[in-house]
């Protein structure tokens, strides 16, 4: 059975500080791994990682894949209250002719004034 | 303007009675899924469609249905089999056979249901 395990669960920091949230997983047939932040309501899209080693980057967020060690990480620099959010880590892979993602538990990101 | 709506955002319903919530998009995606979202978890795959006329189990279908008549709407419905149905549901789509599409799904708004 896939698996996408998150960590922390939650965090509480202060405007400016800098946070690492960790994705580590276990699937068979893996395509990518997708990050995604959720306010309250749909999930929007942030980084898609195919490749180990190469990092991905918008601004004050970044996130990097290691395929051999199976995990990935986001980090946001210099955080503002509207970081705060569910940051979710998913992985798609194939299942049949269907691709599927499997989502972690998500990271409650709260950032504080 | 594209995208997927759901409706209705909020919906109460008593215990037994079945109710079925609404996913439409205009993005032209062949595959349409459903999830279920639950306090400090992530999204669970209810079920999937990847072609009109056509859908598949995820991993917690039970007490779930679903309908795919048009390529357009992906209706889920809660039955009264469904033990703890009180959760926010997300409705996504995506265009599995686009080989430079990214594998990102496109979700629509949400419908919290809570059973009374």
């Known amino acids: 059975e896939d698996k996408v395990v998150q960590s922390p669960l939650s965090l509480v920091v202060h405007e400016g500080d800098t946070v690492t949230l960790n994705c580590s997983y276990e699937?068979?047939?893996?395509?990518?791994l997708l990050w995604y932040k959720q306010e309250k309501k749909a999930p929007t899209f942030l980084f898609m990682l195919?490749?180990?080693?190469i990092e991905k980057k918008s601004g004050r967020l970044s996130s990097i894949l290691d395929k051999k060690e199976l995990f990935s990480i986001l980090n946001i620099t210099a955080t503002q209250t509207g970081d705060s959010a569910i940051y979710l880590c998913?992985?798609?892979?194939?299942?049949?002719?269907?691709?599927?993602?499997?989502f972690g538990s998500g990271t409650q990101l709260t950032v504080l004034p | 303007d594209g995208g997927i709506t759901q409706s209705p955002k909020y919906l109460f319903r008593k215990e037994g009675q079945n109710v079925t919530l609404s996913c439409e998009q205009n993005?032209?995606?062949?595959?349409m899924y459903w999830y279920r979202q639950d306090p400090g978890q992530g999204l669970r795959l209810i079920y999937y469609?990847?072609?009109?006329?056509?859908?598949q189990k995820g991993d917690i279908a039970e007490g779930y249905s679903v309908s795919r008549e048009k390529k357009e709407s992906f209706p889920l419905t809660v039955t009264s089999a469904q033990k703890n149905p009180t959760a926010f549901y997300l409705c996504?789509?995506?265009?599995?056979?686009?080989?430079?599409?990214?594998?990102?799904?496109?979700f629509g708004p949400g419908t919290r249901l809570t059973v009374l």
């Open positions: 699937v068979t047939n893996f395509r990518s």
């Open positions: 195919t490749s180990s080693g």
């Open positions: 996504a789509s995506d265009d599995p056979r686009d080989s430079k599409a990214t594998d990102t799904q496109y």
């Open positions: 993005l032209n995606h062949d595959a």
């Open positions: 998913a992985v798609a892979a194939l299942s049949g002719s269907a691709r599927q993602l499997t």
């Open positions: 469609s990847q072609i009109v006329n056509d859908f």
